[in-house]
């Protein structure tokens, strides 16, 4: 079998609905290694690993083969493949971004929080610095001990790309130190915030959430069918002030209650400044039990 069709029946098993650089390099480099394709011997490949040289080589011939086509909003970091459907830009960019997940009001959306429709696709992904030791660990598993071939031999990196828009939809990627709670979507490749994750980022940045009044309408309104879920994730991974706003949110206003709710009393703070919005103006409005100033009216 020619090597030109062992890729092109290789790109036609993935499951993504583009493929990056790196991707198409993985591919490259293991029919280099193995010189065969479903146990059937590949023609004239002489050289022991894959390099720059095999992979250009290779990426032309499906480019004029028609194959793979360069992504207009990606450059070439990636490429869309022959007879693939319109795809999603929530599924292209958790391609393009293996460590990035859907989050705040785009994840609100996606659980049916939220009758907002969002004009921007959110998402949260690690800082540069530990995104790139992240794809570092990723390089390592995917090639085990062929890794060392593949970087000396030049073939794509696992790299950050720069996402603006895709598919005319704008791209707004959070850094988010902490790291993030979420679920795949069966059938696609499609990472989104767990629910309990999801209340949560709003507390912490409403202001990617529509706003804190948003925020507090979203509570209000499904907080109870999901107690259990927000307490757990709020309790291991909130912050002395999460647990505070969430608290007065949960248990005072809505006098939504638990165990774990109602033993974040002990980090309410009195004589202090905290505020429920904090992007607001304070106000001598308070909740006693949670020493929070009720700043939304």
Known sequence: MEIEKALSLSLGELEEPVV????????????????????????RIR???????????????????????????????????????DEDPADVVCTVDPFCYV??????????????????????????????????????????????????????????VAMKKINGVEISRFASMHR???????????RVSTIGRTFLDMLRNPELCGGMRHVVEVYEEHAATYLRLISDEVDRHGKPIDKVRAGY???????????TVESWVAFA?????????????????????WCLSLNLD
């Open 20 to 43: 990056t650089r790196y991707r198409l390099g993985l591919i490259v480099a293991d029919l280099y290694m193995k010189k065969s394709f479903h146990g059937e011997s590949l023609n």
């Open 47 to 85: 050289k022991e690993h894959a390099s720059s040289s095999e992979f250009n080589k290779s990426l032309l011939s499906l480019e004029d083969a028609g194959i793979l086509k360069p992504h207009p909003d990606l450059k070439h970091a990636a490429f869309r493949l022959l007879g693939r459907k």
């Open 103 to 160: 989050s705040h009001l785009s994840a609100m959306a996606h659980h049916g929080l939220t009758n907002r429709i969002p004009a921007k696709l959110f998402l949260s992904s690690p800082p540069a610095k530990e995104w790139n030791a992240e794809a570092e660990e990723r390089m390592e598993k995917d090639l085990g001990t062929g890794i060392a071939d593949y970087v000396e031999g030049g073939m794509p990196a696992l790299l950050r």
């Open 180 to 190: 993030g709670a979420f679920k795949n979507t069966r059938g696609r490749m499609l």
């Open 249 to 259: 949110l949960l248990s005072e206003k809505q006098g939504l209650k638990n165990d």
């Open 269 to 289: 703070q009195r004589g202090g400044s905290r505020k429920l919005n904090a992007s607001g103006e304070y106000a001598p409005v308070f909740s006693d039990k």
